[in-house]
């Protein structure tokens, strides 16, 4: 089974995230992945490895967890014309999306790389972009979805998208703003410099224990 948090018409549910990949002849294999939040400057970005096995709701757990989103709102991958979700959702237009818990990342894949658009609360739209490539046979003694590296620390919830997020970082920086003050009470510790990669690594260890064998396929995790 696999479930959700996301807001409906402004309110709030969290749910654990729970998923359940499909495995197959393709479990042994793995991808690189390259997320890039477009708009953003400079460049907020995070790579990650993944098996080509995973779901699209699986993978949408891992952009979640390398960008410290919250999972509080709607989403949708999109390559070409077709768009894939949430099951009930009809997503960012009017025709309904493929159901994202039951396509693969390795059904969407071509010979070489291949860019994918992700989009994620439909209100603030952070659009990411994504990058596969280098498929191959993944490490039996490492575990997947894994942390490679990333540079900048991913924008807080509800901030009002690229524009809002730029504000209030601009605001907290001048003490002679108006509302600098506000910001600064608002955005507490927060660093946008600062990629806290104990917490990233911790949460896709989390998604990587929740697939079945929580490796590329073969072998056991080696301890660290």
């Known amino acids: 089974m696999e479930t959700d948090a996301r807001s409906c018409e402004g309110a709030k549910i969290e749910a654990p995230l729970v998923y359940n990949a499909l495995m197959d002849t393709a479990a042994d294999e793995i991808a690189t992945v390259r997320i890039e939040l477009a708009d ?9 490895e993944v098996a ?30 077709r768009r894939y979700g949430p099951p009930s959702g ?15 990342l390795a059904d969407l894949l071509g010979p070489r790389r291949t860019k994918i658009d992700y989009l994620y ?5 952070w659009e990411h972009r994504l990058t596969v490539s280098n498929v191959r046979a993944g490490d039996p003694d490492r575990s997947y979805p894994r942390y ?7 924008p807080p919830e509800d901030c009002g998208g690229i ?7 601009e605001a907290a920086a001048d003490p002679r703003h108006p509302d600098h003050r506000e910001i600064k009470r608002w955005l507490r510790d927060y660093d946008a410099e600062t990629i806290d990669e104990a917490r990233i690594k911790y949460a896709l260890e989390r998604i990587a224990n929740r697939r079945p064998g929580g490796k590329a396929g073969i072998g056991k995790r080696k301890s660290a």
């Not at 953003?40 to 990650?48: D, Y």
């Open 90 to 104: 009809a997503g960012w237009g009017e025709e309904p999306l493929v159901d994202a818990s039951k396509v693969r």
């Open 40 to 48: 953003s400057e400079p460049l907020i970005w995070r790579e990650v």
């Open 148 to 154: 490679v590296r990333g540079e900048r620390n991913g």
């Open 163 to 169: 524009p809002g997020f730029y504000d209030k970082l």
């Open 52 to 81: 080509s096995s995973i779901s699209l709701k699986t993978l949408h757990a891992v952009i979640q967890a390398a960008f410290g989103w919250q999972n509080y709102h709607l989403w949708e991958f999109s390559l070409g014309k």
């Open 121 to 125: 609360d439909f209100g603030d739209s």
